[in-house]
């Protein structure tokens, strides 16, 4: 299992984040507005009559948050167990 762990903290980083950054299949699929996520959310201060930079650039700072502390908190696992059978003792 200590040897797994690296390779098992690399795929949920990644399943994470890939199910946190989905756009289009929510986009496709849903079609009641209250079910959308926040990446949705966010494409609609994007119209064609201009961008609300103010709320978009908020709204995307607390979207990119809660990946953020994912990902610091398992970088620190993912480089320890990829430094464990570096060296030889």
Do not use: C
């Not at 908020?58 to 167990?81: E, H, Q, R, T, W």
């Amino acid at each position: 299992m200590p040897l797994s762990m690296p390779a098992l903290t690399t795929a949920s980083l990644f399943a994470f984040l890939q199910g946190w950054g989905n756009f289009v299949f929510p986009l496709t699929l849903l079609q009641d507005d209250k079910l959308y996520p926040l990446s949705i959310r966010l494409f609609t201060f994007v119209s064609e009559f201009g961008v609300q930079w103010n709320y978009l650039m908020a709204g995307s700072f607390i979207y990119s948050v809660p990946s953020i502390v994912v990902i610091l908190i398992g970088s620190k696992f993912l480089i320890s167990g990829l430094t464990a059978g570096a060296f030889k003792e």
